[in-house]
Nanobody
């Protein structure tokens, strides 16, 4: 079992930045962030393959969001720049043995971006 705990959400105006942090009990091969807006399906945001040392991003966040892993601190962060109202969602930290299937999720943190 993997424990994941997110922090860093909040309310900001469009164009501002937020940094989300997730503390994990142990790293899995793939660590990532997903989000879910009200009435919408869960959406992948960013994933980091810890063995390949590669990151993947949804087209909607490329160039604005950056995922990073710190094994010493046991954190996986999501730096979010140039936030848009469309980024409003609950953001979940996620982990799995493959980037094709993230099986473990934290409880989520709310991000709200106003126009």
């Amino acid at each position: 079992q993997v424990q994941l705990a997110e922090s860093g959400g909040g309310s900001v105006e469009a164009g501002r930045s937020l940094r989300l942090s997730c503390t994990y009990s142990r790293a899995m091969r793939c660590m990532g962030w997903v989000r879910q807006a009200p009435g919408m399906e869960r959406e992948d945001v960013a994933r980091f393959h810890t063995v390949a040392d590669r990151s993947y991003y949804a087209d909607s966040v490329k160039g604005r969001f950056t995922i990073s892993l710190d094994n010493a601190k046991k954190t996986v962060d999501l730096q979010m720049n140039d936030l848009r109202p469309g980024d409003t969602a609950v953001y979940y930290c996620a982990a799995g043995d493959t980037c094709g299937l993230l099986e473990h999720y934290g409880q989520g943190t709310q991000v709200t971006v106003s126009p």
